[in-house]
C-alpha cells in the first residue's frame, strides 16, 4: 500500500514538475529512509512506525505518524536549545523526535507524552538505558509537565483539544514547536508571539511555527 501511495504521488509529480524535479525527490526519499531506518535502531532500537488505528487514537487524539528527520533537522537549525530547556515531545509514539534530540547529543531533560498505554510502556523499555529521558503515559492535557520549556507538536489533536492544551501552557513561560499546526486559532490571543517555521528545501514542503509567550527572552 505505502510503494502504492509514493508510486502514485511520483506519478503526479512528474506531470506537474518534470523529471529532474522527480529524480531530486526520489534521491531525497531514498537517502532520508536509509537516514531514518539508521537513527531509529541507533537511539530507539526499533524503527519508528505509523498507526493509523481509530480504535486507540480517538477522542480527539490524532493517529500516529512520525516527523521526518530532515523536517526536524530544518526546524531545530533555526530553534535554538539551551542546556538548561526541558525538552517535551507531546504524543511521543515510538519515539522519533527522541531519537533526533539524542542523535543530536542532547543531555537535556526529555519527556515523552503518549496516550497509548501500550505504546508508552514499549517506548520506556526502549529508553530505559537513557537517564534524562522518561515516558509519561496519558492525557497531555492533564499530564503537562510544569517544567517543560521546549514543547513539540506534530498535529496531535483536533481543535478542541489544541484549546485546552493552550488553556493548560498558558501559564507556563515556555516555547511551542507546532508542526503541521492546523489549528492555530487558540495561539491568536495576545499572549503568544507565532513565528513561521516553514519549509526552507526546495525538494520537500512542511508547515510549523514556532509560539513563545510574548517578551520572553532565551
Known amino acids: 500500500m505505502e510503494v502504492a501511495q509514493y508510486f502514485g504521488k511520483a506519478v503526479a509529480r512528474l506531470k506537474a ?6 529524480s531530486r525527490y526520489s534521491l531525497h526519499v531514498i537517502k532520508e529512509r536509509a537516514y531514518a ?8 532500537g526499533k524503527m519508528c512506525r505509523t498507526n493509523l488505528d481509530e480504535r486507540i487514537y480517538n477522542n480527539g487524539r ?29 504524543g511521543c509514539g515510538e519515539g522519533r523526535v527522541i531519537n533526533f534530540w539524542l542523535s543530536q547529543g542532547l543531555k537535556n531533560p526529555i519527556v515523552g507524552l503518549e496516550v497509548v498505554e501500550a505504546v508508552a510502556e514499549r517506548a520506556r523499555k526502549r529508553y530505559r538505558k537513557y537517564p534524562n529521558v522518561s515516558i509519561v503515559t496519558g492525557d497531555a492535557v492533564a499530564n503537562l509537565p510544569r517544567n517543560g520549556t521546549l514543547f513539540f507538536l506534530y498535529n496531535p489533536f483536533g481543535e478542541e483539544v489544541v484549546a485546552q492544551f ?12 507546532f508542526h503541521q499546526n492546523n489549528y492555530m486559532e487558540p495561539f491568536g490571543s495576545g499572549v503568544w508571539s507565532v513565528e513561521p517555521l516553514d519549509s526552507q528545501g526546495t525538494v520537500y514542503k512542511f508547515k510549523a511555527a514556532l509560539i513563545s509567550k510574548r517578551g520572553m527572552t532565551l
Not at 17 to 22: E, I, K, N, Y
Open 17 to 22: 514538475r518534470g523529471l529532474g524535479d522527480v
Open 166 to 177: 493552550e488553556k493548560a501552557i498558558r501559564p507556563l513561560n515556555t516555547r511551542i514547536v
Open 37 to 44: 531506518s539508521a537513527i531509529d535502531l541507533a537511539f530507539g
Open 62 to 90: 490524532h493517529t500516529m505518524v512520525h516527523t521526518d528527520y530532515h523536517v526536524l533537522r530544518d526546524i531545530f537549525a533555526r530553534v535554538p536549545i539551551s542546556p538548561d530547556d526541558v525538552l517535551v515531545d507531546v
